[in-house]
């Protein structure tokens, strides 16, 4: 400490005061619930309800204050997501991963996967019974007031989320 109180560090020139920070707000310590998690799996048919049940079973866990009608949109998102990577990517990409990630006001789930092959969400075909997981997982995300995007990764792969707020855009 010097004569004057302060701590360590730079003693100001000359008699200059020291200026101090105005309008500084630190940023809030992170919340219980907030987090990334990230978990990988074989591109199998079998991974889409194992990836749904962990996404579900990690809300729970952490305490994620998210609206019930949130879940059940991310669950159906986090569906369709593994199942395009399943049925799309998994020749040149046998494994995929699933992340979580977690904020004091919203929920993001993506899937990526190793295939180059960026989708794009289909127009409604009433007389095909597939092929529109990406207009629903679009639909969805619009309807909670979240977004939605396609990304490439650095491994030439891609990277497919949505993020939705924590509360309900109905309440």
């Given at each position: 400490m010097d004569d004057q109180g302060r701590g360590p560090g730079p003693r100001p020139q000359g008699g200059e005061r020291p200026t101090e920070a105005k309008n500084v707000t630190p940023r809030p310590a992170?919340?219980?619930?907030?987090?990334?998690?990230?978990?990988?799996?074989?591109?199998?048919?079998?991974?889409?309800?194992?990836?749904?049940?962990?996404?579900?079973?990690?809300?729970?866990?952490?305490?994620?204050?998210?609206?019930?009608e949130v879940v059940q949109g991310l669950l159906l998102i986090v569906s369709e997501l593994v199942?395009?990577?399943v049925r799309h990517a998994a020749l040149l990409s046998p494994v995929l991963a699933v992340e979580?990630?977690?904020?004091?006001?919203?929920?993001?789930?993506?899937v990526e996967d190793g295939?180059?092959?960026?989708?794009?969400?289909?127009?409604t075909d009433h007389g095909r019974t597939g092929?529109?997981?990406?207009?629903?997982?679009?639909?969805?995300?619009?309807?909670?007031?979240?977004?939605?995007?396609v990304e490439?990764?650095?491994?030439?792969?891609?990277?497919?989320w949505a993020?939705?707020?924590?509360?309900?855009?109905?309440v």
């Amino acid at each position: 400490m010097d004569d004057q109180g302060r701590g360590p560090g730079p003693r100001p020139q000359g008699g200059e005061r020291p200026t101090e920070a105005k309008n500084v707000t630190p940023r809030p310590a992170p919340l219980p619930y907030e987090g990334v998690w990230r978990f990988t799996a074989p591109a199998l048919d079998a991974s889409v309800p194992q990836a749904r049940h962990a996404v579900r079973d990690l809300l729970l866990r952490q305490g994620v204050p998210v609206a019930d009608e949130v879940v059940q949109g991310l669950l159906l998102i986090v569906s369709e997501l593994v199942t395009n990577a399943v049925r799309h990517a998994a020749l040149l990409s046998p494994v995929l991963a699933v992340e979580v990630a977690v904020g004091a006001e919203w929920v993001r789930v993506s899937v990526e996967d190793g295939h180059p092959y960026r989708p794009t969400a289909l127009e409604t075909d009433h007389g095909r019974t597939g092929g529109r997981g990406l207009l629903l997982v679009r639909e969805i995300t619009r309807e909670a007031n979240g977004m939605c995007d396609v990304e490439h990764t650095a491994g030439g792969g891609k990277v497919v989320w949505a993020a939705l707020p924590l509360k309900s855009a109905q309440v």
